[in-house]
């Protein structure tokens, strides 16, 4: 199979609102009023973390079918501390990300407890997000167009 490719579009409303399409979908990011937002969307990390939680959903229901395994509940809590200071500029002595993640996954299936946690070991190889955050992903910045006004 070839690859697929994901892109979206970004336009900048304000200094922390922005209106992004994918595919046919407008969706706002903004950021709270503690950071300067007007609290219209969730922010970036937020959104990263519920595509984080989309993916696990998805890769799950998937293998699980694979696995004649019925899910009746499934839910993700994702929690991840970020420390400020470099997003600021005020210190890069501390990452800009997230220190950490942790994942909490409830499920209520017709499996044992061991083939529940050989299905989660399954997600956590399969699912692109984890694999994007587990790992380091080349990225390559192009700048487009610059307009220097006087």
Not at 21 to 33: C, G, L, S, Y
Not at 71 to 91: A, C, E, K, V
Not at 116 to 138: A, G
């Amino acid at each position: 199979m070839s690859t697929i490719r994901f892109s979206i579009q970004g336009k900048a409303f304000n200094a922390t609102k922005t209106e992004v399409t994918a595919r046919r979908f407008n969706i706002i990011v903004d950021e709270p009023k503690e950071l300067g937002g007007e609290d219209d969307a969730p922010n970036p990390v937020e959104y990263l973390l519920a595509g984080y939680a989309g993916c696990i959903n998805v890769v799950t229901q998937i293998i699980a079918k694979e696995k004649n395994i019925t899910i009746r509940d499934f839910r993700i809590d994702i929690h991840g501390d970020i420390n400020p200071l470099r997003l600021f500029g005020q210190s890069f002595d501390v990452r800009a990300g997230f220190q950490s993640l942790q994942v909490e996954i409830a499920i209520e299936a017709n499996a044992s407890q061991e083939e529940i946690n050989q299905l989660i070991d399954e997600v956590k190889q399969r699912c692109p997000v984890n694999d994007n955050l587990t790992n380091e992903t080349p990225v390559a910045y192009l700048l487009k167009q610059s307009f220097i006004l006087n």
